[in-house]
C-alpha cells in the first residue's frame, strides 16, 4: 500500500527518539483500519489511502489570527510547537518535549506508556510516531488562569503535520483553552491528566479548508473532584475524525463533551468515543448536534462503559440530527455497557427535517424558505452555542 509505505518514509526521517519508536511500533500492531473497521465504517478510507502524505518543510508563516479573548497564545508551524513565536502566560510551564523529557521524563514516560498500551485508534499510535516538536503544557497546583490560553495550530502547505500536546493540570488548577486549526492534512492527539480538584476546559474551533483531512484524538485521565469540559465546533471538510476516550478515575470527576457539526457540499465529520466510569460518583454527558445540507455525510459512535465498582454513576449521551437535504446523510450508535447496580444513565439519538408546520409560520411572517430554515437552524444550535464563552467562535454559524 503506497499510503503505508510514505507514511513509513516519513517515520525514518522522524527521528530516533525511544517514544517514537514504542509509538511506530503500537502503529504497526493496531495496523490501518480497514473498510470493514467498525470505528471506521463511514470514514471514507479508500480516498485517504489514495493520499501520498508530504512531510513538513520549513517555510516563512503568517502569524495566525488571535482570538480577542485570549491574551496568551501557543503556536504550532506545520505540527511544530513554536515557541519563540507564543506568549506564553506567568505562572505555567509550556516546554518542547524533548525539554520536558529532561526535567519531566518520567512522568511523561509513564504517561506516554500507559496511553500507548491501552491505543485502540491507529492514527492516534502514528500521532506518536511522526509527531513533530511536542507540546508539554504544565499547570502547577492551585494555579488558576483566570483568561483563556488559544493554541493555534497553521499550516505552510499541503503537508502531513502531527502536532501533540501533553497537558497536565495540577491539584486545584484551572485552565481554559481555545484550540484553533487550519491546514490541508493533520492528526492532532491531545492528552491529558486533571489531577484532584482541577478543571479543564477545551474549546476545538475546527475549520479547516474544504479539501483537508483531519484526524484528532483526545486522551484524558481525571482523577478525584476533578472535572473536564470539551466543545468541537466543526464546519467539516473533506473529513473530519475526532475521537475521544475520558477515564473517570477517581471518585465525584466529570466530564462534559460536547460538540456541533456545520456541514454543507460533500463535507464530513465523524465523531467515536468511549467514556470509562471507573470509579463511584462519577458523572458525564456526551451531547452532540449535526447540521447537514447539501450531501454532507456524519456520524456518531459512543459508547459509555461502567465498571462494577463505579456504584452511584449518572452517565448521559446524546446524537441530535438535523437533516435539510434529501442527499445528506446521518448516523448514529450510542451505547451502553454497565456493570453496577445503582446507576441513572440514558442514550438515544434524533434525526430530523424541518417541520413544515414551522417553516409555514415564519413564512407567514414574511421571511423567505432559506431565511426560515436558516432561523429553524440557530435555534437548534442556540442552547449549546451559548455556553461557548468566545463570541469570536459563535460567529461562524
Not at 286 to 312: M, N, T, Y
Not at 347 to 364: C, K, M, N, V, W
Request: some cysteine.
Amino acid at each position: 500500500m503506497k499510503f503505508l509505505e510514505r507514511l513509513e518514509q516519513l517515520y525514518t526521517g522522524a527521528g530516533a527518539d525511544s517514544w517514537r519508536k514504542k509509538s511506530w511500533e503500537r502503529f504497526l500492531e493496531l495496523g490501518l483500519p480497514r473498510i470493514s473497521s467498525e470505528a471506521f465504517q463511514y470514514v471514507p478510507l479508500s480516498k485517504l489511502y489514495e493520499m501520498e502524505p508530504e512531510a513538513a518543510v520549513s517555510a516563512a508563516f503568517e502569524k495566525p489570527p488571535i482570538l480577542p479573548e485570549c491574551d496568551s497564545y501557543l503556536v504550532f508551524v506545520d505540527g511544530h510547537f513554536q515557541p519563540e513565536h507564543s506568549k506564553i502566560p506567568a505562572g505555567v510551564i509550556a516546554l518542547p518535549m524533548t525539554a520536558a523529557m529532561k526535567s519531566y521524563g518520567l512522568f511523561l514516560q509513564n504517561r506516554i506508556g500507559k496511553t500507548l498500551k491501552e491505543e485502540s485508534d491507529p492514527f492516534a499510535a502514528l500521532n506518536g510516531a511522526l509527531q513533530g516538536t511536542g507540546l508539554f503544557l504544565y499547570v502547577p497546583p492551585k494555579t488558576i488562569l483566570e483568561k483563556p490560553i488559544q493554541i493555534a495550530h497553521v499550516s505552510t502547505g499541503k503537508h502531513f503535520t502531527s502536532p501533540r500536546i501533553q497537558l497536565y493540570v495540577g491539584k486545584m488548577g484551572s485552565i481554559q483553552i481555545a484550540q484553533t486549526f487550519s491546514g490541508h492534512f493533520s492528526n492532532t492527539v491531545v492528552d491529558c491528566v486533571l489531577d484532584e480538584a482541577a478543571q479543564a476546559k477545551i474549546y476545538d474551533a475546527s475549520l479547516p479548508n474544504p479539501d483537508a483531512w483531519q484526524m484528532q484524538a483526545l486522551r484524558a485521565t481525571l482523577k478525584r473532584d476533578s472535572r473536564l469540559e470539551t466543545f468541537l465546533l466543526t464546519k467539516g471538510s473533506k473529513t473530519v475524525r475526532t475521537s475521544f476516550r475520558v477515564q473517570l478515575a477517581e471518585e465525584n470527576s466529570e466530564a462534559l463533551i460536547r460538540g456541533i457539526s456545520l456541514l454543507d457540499d460533500e463535507s464530513q465529520s465523524h465523531i467515536h468515543g468511549l467514556v470509562e466510569h471507573l470509579a463511584p460518583g462519577c458523572r458525564s454527558r456526551q451531547h452532540f448536534k449535526s447540521i447537514l445540507r447539501g450531501e454532507s455525510r456524519s456520524s456518531f459512535e459512543g459508547k459509555i462503559f461502567v465498571k462494577p465498582i463505579a456504584q452511584k454513576t449518572e452517565a448521559y449521551q446524546s446524537s441530535q440530527n438535523l437533516i435539510l437535504s434529501d442527499k445528506a446523510n446521518a448516523n448514529a450508535k450510542p451505547n451502553l455497557e454497565i456493570f453496577a447496580d445503582d446507576v441513572k444513565a440514558s442514550h438515544g439519538a434524533t434525526f430530523a427535517q424541518p417541520s413544515a408546520e414551522d417553516i409555514f409560520y415564519l413564512r407567514s411572517r414574511g421571511l423567505s424558505l432559506s431565511e426560515a430554515k436558516e432561523m429553524l437552524v440557530r435555534g437548534f444550535c442556540r442552547e449549546m452555542l451559548d455556553t461557548i464563552p468566545f463570541a469570536s467562535m459563535r460567529e461562524v454559524l
